[in-house]
């Protein structure tokens, strides 16, 4: 049977017993002693007026399932109310059967249960059991509406699941637009970005284009000016600087400056016939020292050459107004100092400046003497001639070394400073012209 059914069997039970007890005649309140109680079950359909059964839905129902379910919670619910009630109403009965059963036994519960068996047996339907201790009765009742509790709980929540099942696919296909909207917008600002990107690509590209056609034009004139002939000298070092005049103005500027260093060795091409002296070749000063290199020959003195203000006589004669070829090596160590005219070595020394480095970021001038750092030339110093191949190196040269380039036999420029077109600025009218070539320059010795 169904938890109801056998809720509603215990339910009639009590009435029948309840109403037993109540047949004695009026007034009596207990019945009299040695008297017996027979409980006797009523019939399924005897119940039927104090306990309805709660309607059962037609299997053949045009009812969706989701309503089928609202309609049997909701009896399920009424029933469950119906039977609190009914066993509220019959707390007292069950009081009194607890005190009419107690006599029913007896004092020998034994002998008491066998003649209640045996006045049983006699014809009367007691279903086949003893009666049962109210506690029991009651908490089978407790059993019955908790499964029915449990029952109502469950469907209620299998009613839940079908509705938001139901309504899934709707709120399903709400977030598939809201993602499939958040992409599209995400698809169509990355094509824009791109488009963009493209278009500043294609700009940039074109600026790029016009640049390289630019310079490839600049070439294609440089090389067709190269091809006429127009050019002032046939390779970057094949030219001289002309300084005709002794003023404070002509000279020629050397782009790069020196580093550090703690060794050098300087060579130049000069041809010069002015008097008295030829001036300044050459000149580098730094800040704080105006005098760090200097090759100078002023007045009726002889060539001089001066580190940090100090000074060494070199034992030179290149004013004869023919092309010489000059080279002045040097060392911080003990300041030893070596001078070679035309390959030859005519002097040597120690002690100009020892242990003192060429400070670097200076500047470089040809031809004039500077008072400051690129300036203040005095015009009785100035340089009066040509010069051209003025070489520096970081380390002192060996003597062949030297003498293969004054006879022509090597062309090697200066790891420092080389002489190239690119690397010297001439001003106040000093000129760059095409120089002889070198086995000329021998020729004229």
Not at 58 to 75: C, D, I, N, R, W
Not at 237 to 247: A, H, N
Not at 323 to 330: A, D, E, L, S
Request: proline share 6%.
């Amino acid at each position: 049977r169904s938890p109801a059914g056998m809720l509603l069997v215990a339910a009639g039970l009590l009435l029948a017993v309840a109403a037993g007890g109540r047949g004695s005649p009026a007034g009596e309140q207990e019945s009299p002693p040695g008297s017996r109680f027979v409980c006797t079950s009523l019939p399924l359909d005897a119940a039927g007026a104090g306990c309805p059964l709660p309607p059962v839905p037609m299997q053949g129902s045009a009812l969706p399932p989701e309503e089928e379910l609202k309609a049997t919670v909701l009896q399920l619910r009424e029933t469950v109310l119906q039977q609190k009630e009914t066993i509220g109403s019959q707390r007292e009965a069950i009081r009194e059967l607890t005190g009419k059963l107690s006599r029913c036994e007896g004092a020998d519960g034994k002998s008491a249960a066998g003649a209640w068996k045996n006045e049983v047996g006699k014809g009367k339907d007691t279903m086949g059991d003893l009666p049962r201790d109210p506690a029991q009765v009651i908490d089978q009742l407790s059993r019955t509406m908790q499964t029915l509790k449990d029952r109502l709980e469950s469907l209620e929540h299998q009613l839940r699941a079908n509705v938001s099942y139901a309504a899934l696919p709707g709120d399903l296909r709400e977030m598939l637009q809201r993602r499939l909207g958040d992409l599209e917008r995400q698809l169509l600002s990355k094509v824009a970005e791109l488009e963009d990107e493209k278009s500043l690509l294609h700009n940039e590209t074109s600026a790029h284009r016009q640049k390289t056609e630019t310079a490839l034009n600049a070439l294609l004139e440089r090389v067709s000016e190269l091809e006429k002939g127009n050019s002032a000298f046939k390779s970057p070092d094949e030219f001289k600087v002309s300084l005709p005049l002794r003023t404070n103005y002509l000279y020629g500027k050397i782009k790069k400056t020196l580093p550090e260093l703690y060794a050098f060795t300087v060579c130049l091409w000069l041809r010069s016939s002015a008097s008295p002296g030829i001036g300044t070749p050459f000149s580098y000063a730094v800040p704080g020292q105006a005098n760090e290199i200097v090759l100078i020959e002023w007045g009726n003195n002889p060539i001089e050459l001066l580190i940090n203000d100090k000074v060494a006589q070199l034992p030179l004669f290149i004013s004869d107004g023919k092309w010489h070829h000059i080279c002045i090596t040097w060392t911080t160590r003990d300041g030893m100092w070596e001078a070679f005219q035309d390959g030859e070595k005519l002097g040597t020394g120690e002690n100009l400046a020892p242990w003192h480095p060429i400070k670097p970021g200076g500047v470089l001038i040809l031809g004039q003497e500077q008072d400051t750092v690129g300036g203040r030339f005095d015009a009785t110093q100035a340089f009066v001639g040509e010069m051209s191949q003025f070489n520096i190196w970081d380390r002192v040269l060996k003597a062949e070394d030297i003498m293969n380039i004054a006879n022509c036999s090597i062309n090697m420029p200066g790891n420092i400073i080389p002489w190239v077109d690119n690397n010297v600025d001439v001003f106040g009218g000093a000129t760059k012209l095409p120089v002889e070539t070198c086995e000329e320059r021998l020729l004229d010795l």
